[in-house]
């Protein structure tokens, strides 16, 4: 099956400009992930979706950070304006069932941001 | 929330030894503990998870052990190969899966 496809895989902007990640998971997931992972270290949720419902936000920065999951297919992650910390890899991972967090979570490839 | 932290930060063995890493986690409601494997620029992929009612699981080359009572479960892969250099993450959830830092994994041929 095909695996879990993000874009950009690279991305460059200066702060506070806007960018945006896509992701479509794998094809009948219903759980959709976005994960932060900062340079030496783990992978850190942002958000979780079940189909197209938020699951948890708690650790997103909503005063910057929004994503969306229209039809509960593809998602999109923005940040705006960006700042130095955001510098990392953004890591959309999805799994099959609606319960989610018991499961195994594919990921894909990422996108490295760096801010300047 | 759960805080999943991970011992050694970095480990380097000679091709054939074995290699242990452990994790320690805080949550007691925690109860699935999955592995990632991930080499460098590519995405981390599960090498293998364990729930909590089970003590030890084991597939090929690599085992994993829990320790519920003291909350701490360890990745151990025997015979190490060049091609296990990586980076594992250990990760523990409750109702969300935390990561820990990362251990880094040199084999030396």
């Known amino acids: 099956e095909a695996g879990v496809a993000q874009s950009p895989r690279y991305k460059i902007i200066e702060k506070r400009q806007s960018v945006a990640f896509w992701c479509n998971p794998i094809s009948g997931h219903a759980t959709l992930y976005w994960y932060q992972q900062i340079l030496g270290q783990g992978p850190k949720l942002l958000i979780q979706?079940?189909?197209?419902?938020?699951?948890?936000d708690s650790q997103l920065p909503k005063d910057r950070f929004s994503a969306e999951r229209l039809k509960g297919v593809d998602s999109t992650l923005k940040i705006q304006p960006a700042k130095l910390e955001d510098s990392a890899v953004y890591l959309c991972a999805s799994s099959p069932s609606a319960s989610g967090n018991q499961e195994t979570q594919y990921f894909g490839p990422g996108t490295r941001l760096l801010v300047l | 929330g759960e805080n999943v932290e991970q011992h050694p930060s970095t480990l380097s063995v000679q091709e054939g030894d074995s290699a242990v890493i452990k994790c320690t986690y805080s949550d007691s409601a925690s109860n699935y503990f999955p592995w990632y494997k991930q080499e460098l620029g590519k995405r981390p992929q599960l090498i293998i998870d364990i729930r909590s009612n089970v003590g030890e699981k084991k597939d090929q080359r690599i085992a994993v052990t829990l320790n519920k009572t003291a909350k701490h479960f360890s990745l151990h892969i025997t015979e190490t190969q060049p091609e296990d250099s990586a980076v594992y993450f250990c990760a523990a959830s409750d109702y969300k899966l935390s990561f820990g830092a990362g251990t880094t994994v040199t084999v030396r041929a």
């Open positions: 979706f079940q189909n197209n419902g938020v699951v948890d």
